[in-house]
Structure formats: structure tokens, C-alpha cells
């Protein structure tokens, strides 16, 4: 049972455009999200997060929205920068620091 | 500051042969969590540590086991290891304020290859 699905594995983007990397999730108990990135033999690195309470949340380069009525949230990166090209992941938790991951993206910037 | 540290980084073991992976968490840290990652997918919570007790576990055989010790630091166990154990095993350390975690971060990871 996959409660947080990310339903592109990929994406490709041209640098200086927007990229945006979709999750979905089931379980209505959510009620904290966060986007980590991963290069290849790093661990994951927290990138971005959001509660339940709010509905977007910006942190430089990168925009995360909460849509709880659809729940779906989503990840903007403006502008893409080559250096963004890794993997991302989706992930959320309920109330506690148990997260529970979506099985990522990958985005490869362009130049 | 060091971050999370795991060793070994890679890990080359035979089916049915038993590993212990070991993990530091970040300073200041005092929950150490679990999880696996096999190829294409994302981390699966295997189970978490706090005041030396496992506090949750996810769905993974009593084959997996851990250990935290005084310091904080963690060990995973993995007893008769199948070829599906093959996998990037991440740690991540955090520190919980009225059971909620903050500042979860993830070491680089030890990749088992069970052959």
C-alpha cells in the first residue's frame, strides 16, 4: 500500500525554466510534508518542508503547495539550474518523525 | 560539525551469513531511525530508536534488529540474510521534543550486496 506516490519517475527541464515534481498521498492523518533531493551515493538532503496548516511555502529557488482537499502537493524550482539535476523525493509523516517516502523523481536540467 | 556518519560504506556479504551496520548521529541528535532503500524506490522505515528502545517499527521481519547505545550511536542487525536484503541502508538521527522529530538528517548510507 503506497500512501505517498510520486507518479513521474522522471522529468527533463531546460535550465532557467520552471520545474515542477508532483506527489499525491492517501493518508488524510498527514500532517507534515518534506522534499529531500539525493545525489547518486549521498544520503537524502532535506530540501523544503510543509504542514498541514499552511498551503505554500517558499524558501528561495524553491515553492512547495499543499492541496489537502486533493491531497497533492507539489515542488517548484524557479529558475531550474543544472546543478539541480538529482533525484527528489516526496515524503510525509503523521504526527510523529516516522516518514514515510514516495519513490521519487528524477530531474535532469538541461542546458 | 560532522553530520550523520555510517559504516561501512559498501558491504559485499554471502545469503544466510549475518551483518551489523552501524550509524553516529548528527551532535545533538538522540533518535536514530532506519531505513532501507532498494533500487528504484524510495527509503523504507525499518525502525527507530530513542533512550536506547525501539520506539516504532515498520513492516520488516524480527530478522532486523538494532541497538542504540548510551552515546546515541545505533547498530542494525540483519540476520540470514536473503538476496532481497540487497540495498542502500540509510540512517537518519533527529532530536524529538513532545514526540514530534525536528531536524531529521540522513547519513550517505551503506550499500549490502548479498550475493
Known amino acids: 500500500d503506497q500512501q505517498v506516490k510520486q507518479n513521474s519517475p522522471s522529468l527533463s527541464v531546460q535550465e532557467g525554466r520552471i520545474s515542477i515534481l508532483n506527489c499525491d498521498y492517501t493518508?488524510?492523518?498527514?500532517?507534515?510534508f518534506l522534499w529531500y533531493k539525493k545525489y547518486p551515493a549521498e544520503g537524502p538532503t532535506f530540501l523544503i518542508s510543509i504542514s498541514s496548516i499552511k498551503d505554500k511555502n517558499e524558501d528561495g529557488r524553491f515553492t512547495v503547495f499543499l492541496n489537502k482537499s486533493a491531497k497533492h502537493l507539489s515542488l517548484h524550482i524557479v529558475p531550474s539550474q543544472p546543478g539541480d539535476s538529482a533525484v527528489y523525493f516526496c515524503a510525509a509523516s503523521a504526527n510523529t518523525d516516522k516518514l514515510i517516502f514516495g519513490t521519487g523523481t528524477r530531474l535532469q536540467v538541461f542546458p | 560539525d560532522a553530520g550523520v556518519t555510517q559504516s561501512p560504506t559498501h558491504l559485499i556479504k554471502t545469503r544466510g551469513q549475518q551483518v551489523t551496520l552501524r550509524c553516529s548521529p548528527k551532535s545533538g541528535h538522540d533518535t536514530v531511525s532506519w531505513y532501507q532503500q532498494a533500487l528504484g524506490q524510495g527509503p523504507q522505515f525499518i525502525f527507530q530508536y530513542y533512550e536506547e528502545e525501539e520506539r516504532q517499527r515498520g513492516n520488516f521481519p524480527d530478522r532486523f534488529s538494532g541497538h542504540q547505545f548510551p552515546n546515541y550511536s545505533s547498530e542494525l542487525n540483519v540476520n540470514a540474510l536473503l538476496l532481497g536484503d540487497s540495498a542502500l541502508y540509510l540512517c537518519a538521527s533527529s532530536f524529538v521534543i513532545q514526540g514530534v522529530g525536528y531536524g531529521y538528517t540522513f547519513g550517505s548510507g551503506t550499500r549490502l550486496t548479498v550475493v
Open positions: 493518508n488524510s492523518m498527514f500532517d507534515y
